[in-house]
């Protein structure tokens, strides 16, 4: 009789921590190749900040084979059931912060090694003295332990991002904006009201290199309120705006016909139609196809207008076509049988998106 107790009790068990164990499958994600945090947050119907809060992320940055939680850990009285989690403390990364070296992955980017490694992007930077972010498979680059140390103002990663403000605020007389990650000069200016030029002036850059975290005036505070018209002329920066004639050229464009292999004025492919494009716009990028270009690009999670947007799986398997991202959930591109506009809610489009990036030549 207490044979057969126990094994009734012994059946039940199994069975209730076979259940914890479904429930708890069910709640967690592993990353692939092009996913990105609000990708995945679409997908499961969650927001990307429950996603950042549920997995201690202090970043947008995510690798492939990462395994993260998608939905809030159960509260409930099955929480005493699951004891012997403690079999599976995924803690590997911090092993990872004692490694000297890093050799460099297909799809890898200074942000997501930064990441992975607990320190900076401008850390790893300064040890392998790289002035941009372009770096190439089989790369190998210093990450040495030491680099973590910037984060000591708060142990707590989640609420180190959180105080560290960051909006575009005023300092004395001269409004001010302090650099976050995804951000270009570009970008800054076209949001802003103002020219690159004026940025650069204002903030005495040489180049358009600029760092996270940076404080930059988006407003010149040394011109008198009578002179602020010949100064900085303050309407919107047009065509000569790098984005603004990107986006001009490439409307401009609308209607040629698409030819395979096709990179001018008489006939594009997806690819040529973007090489084209940028470089009329003057921004100097080699002439690839599809692949090419997003390795040479990073994800960004809110898309400006001249981002790059990537689909998967059309005529091929993997990254298979492209347009440049113009604003109003809509992209343009050299796709069926001429250049066009289409919205990202199409039908077809929809179900191969892959994601936003943006190519390493507009930092």
């Known amino acids: 009789m207490n044979k057969i107790a126990f094994s009734v009790i012994a059946s039940g068990s199994l069975a209730l921590f076979i259940g914890v164990a479904d429930a708890e499958a069910s709640a967690i994600y592993t990353i692939k190749s092009g996913d990105s945090l609000w990708k995945i947050a679409s997908q499961h119907n969650v927001s990307v900040t429950n996603l950042k809060t549920w997995n201690n992320l202090s970043s947008d940055a995510i690798y492939p084979n990462q395994v993260i939680k998608v939905a809030a850990s159960a509260t409930g009285s099955t929480v005493?059931?699951?004891?012997?989690?403690?079999?599976?403390?995924?803690?590997?990364?911090?092993?990872?912060?004692?490694?000297?070296?890093?050799?460099?992955?297909?799809?890898?980017?200074?942000?997501?090694?930064?990441?992975?490694?607990?320190?900076?992007?401008?850390?790893?930077?300064?040890?392998?003295?790289?002035?941009?972010?372009?770096?190439?498979?089989?790369?190998?680059?210093?990450?040495?332990?030491?680099?973590?140390?910037?984060?000591?103002?708060?142990?707590?990663?989640?609420?180190?991002?959180?105080?560290?403000?960051?909006?575009?605020?005023?300092?004395?007389?001269?409004?001010?904006?302090?650099?976050?990650?995804?951000?270009?000069?570009?970008?800054?200016?076209?949001?802003?009201g103002i020219s690159v030029t004026q940025l650069m002036n204002w903030n005495g850059?040489?180049?358009?290199?600029?760092?996270?975290?940076?404080?930059?005036?988006?407003?010149?505070?040394?011109?008198?309120?009578?002179?602020?018209?010949?100064?900085?002329?303050?309407?919107?920066?047009?065509?000569?705006?790098?984005?603004?004639?990107?986006?001009?050229?490439?409307?401009?464009?609308?209607?040629?016909?698409?030819?395979?292999?096709?990179?001018?004025?008489?006939?594009?492919?997806?690819?040529?139609?973007?090489?084209?494009?940028?470089?009329?716009?003057?921004?100097?990028i080699p002439r690839t196809n599809t692949t090419g270009y997003d390795a040479r690009s990073y994800d960004v999670n809110s898309p400006q207008v001249g981002d790059l947007v990537f689909f998967e799986n059309t005529y091929r398997p993997g990254i298979s076509h492209m347009g440049i991202y113009i604003g109003n959930n809509q992209f343009i591109h050299a796709g069926g049988d001429q250049v066009q506009i289409t919205s990202l809610s199409n039908s077809y489009w929809s179900k191969h998106y892959a994601g936003f990036k943006r190519l390493y030549a507009m930092d």
């Open 80 to 192: 005493t059931v699951p004891a012997p989690a403690p079999a599976a403390p995924a803690p590997s990364q911090p092993a990872s912060s004692t490694t000297a070296t890093y050799t460099v992955k297909s799809g890898d980017t200074l942000s997501k090694i930064a990441s992975l490694h607990k320190t900076t992007v401008s850390k790893i930077q300064s040890l392998n003295n790289i002035s941009g972010h372009l770096i190439f498979p089989g790369q190998k680059l210093k990450v040495s332990a030491a680099a973590a140390t910037p984060t000591v103002s708060a142990p707590n990663p989640p609420a180190a991002a959180t105080p560290a403000p960051a909006p575009a605020q005023t300092a004395g007389t001269a409004r001010t904006y302090q650099v976050v990650s995804g951000d270009t000069l570009t970008g800054i200016a076209y949001r802003n």
């Open 205 to 284: 850059l040489s180049s358009s290199m600029i760092r996270i975290g940076q404080i930059l005036k988006i407003e010149n505070s040394t011109a008198a309120p009578s002179q602020t018209t010949p100064v900085s002329n303050p309407a919107p920066p047009a065509a000569t705006d790098t984005v603004g004639k990107l986006v001009e050229t490439a409307k401009s464009l609308v209607g040629t016909p698409y030819v395979w292999g096709g990179s001018t004025g008489s006939g594009f492919d997806c690819s040529g139609f973007i090489y084209y494009v940028y470089n009329q716009a003057g921004i100097k």
